[in-house]
């Protein structure tokens, strides 16, 4: 690991955290991901060789802890660790703030219906089984169509027709739903100015921008 020879705890702080992911997969590890795969969910664009690395890093650093029950690994935060909640929703708040600026590179259907996923506000859904599917634009045909099912309290995201009923149909762009799930636009803006278009029944059309929400940075005020 490379240092930068200062005695300041920010320099000593950065020595371990600016490596490139390690942030990210701290945030991934607060947001409540305890296993290899689902933290590969949350960074799809990192390699698996480079996510076991970090970890090790990580854990010899005293920030996670590695456990292993019935021969499957799991990592959680340590108490060090979980300090670092504050820094990395300062870095997000700062981030959605001041770098607004979301090039195609930086879009990702996987990511995002991950997040929501793990996201959504679950009492604000039907107790029956309800289905939402996504039609998005912007992307490749294979990765253009998902499937959200809540049923029993428990969300699954689908790249492939579970053979539900639908009970809502969200079309849009990927960039335009990430907006609206980031907070730089909201629901009803993006309903009104045809962005995006709900499909479905009149209680489902209503109660979708309920149903899926929006992260917990939409929020945070921009600058005006």
């Not at 290899?36 to 890093?57: C, E, H, I, Q, Y």
């Amino acid at each position: 690991m490379s240092t930068y020879g200062q005695f300041c705890p920010v320099a000593k702080a950065m020595e371990l955290l600016d490596e490139r992911w390690t942030l990210l997969v701290v945030r991934e590890l607060l947001k409540g991901s305890t296993h290899f795969n689902d933290l590969r969910r949350g960074v799809p664009k990192m390699s698996p060789a480079l996510l076991s690395k970090r970890l090790k890093t990580l854990t010899r650093a005293g920030l996670v802890e590695r456990t292993e029950i019935d021969g499957r690994t799991s990592y959680a935060l340590t108490e060090s660790g979980q300090e670092l909640a504050g820094v990395v929703d300062a870095l997000g708040a700062w981030g959605v703030r001041w770098i607004g600026n979301l090039g195609d590179d930086d879009l990702d259907p996987h990511l995002l219906m991950w997040d929501i996923q793990r996201t959504i506000p679950i009492d604000s859904w039907p107790r029956a089984r309800t289905t939402v599917a996504f039609q998005l634009d912007g992307v490749a045909p294979k990765a253009s169509r998902w499937w959200l099912v809540v049923s029993e309290g428990e969300v699954d995201v689908c790249d492939f027709d579970p053979g539900y009923d639908v009970n809502a149909t969200v079309a849009t762009s990927l960039r335009t739903l990430t907006k609206i799930w980031r907070g730089d636009v909201s629901w009803s803006r993006a309903l009104l100015d045809g962005s995006a278009a709900v499909a479905g029944d009149t209680d489902a059309r209503k109660a979708l921008p309920q149903w899926i929400g929006q992260s917990t940075i939409a929020a945070i005020p921009r600058p005006a």
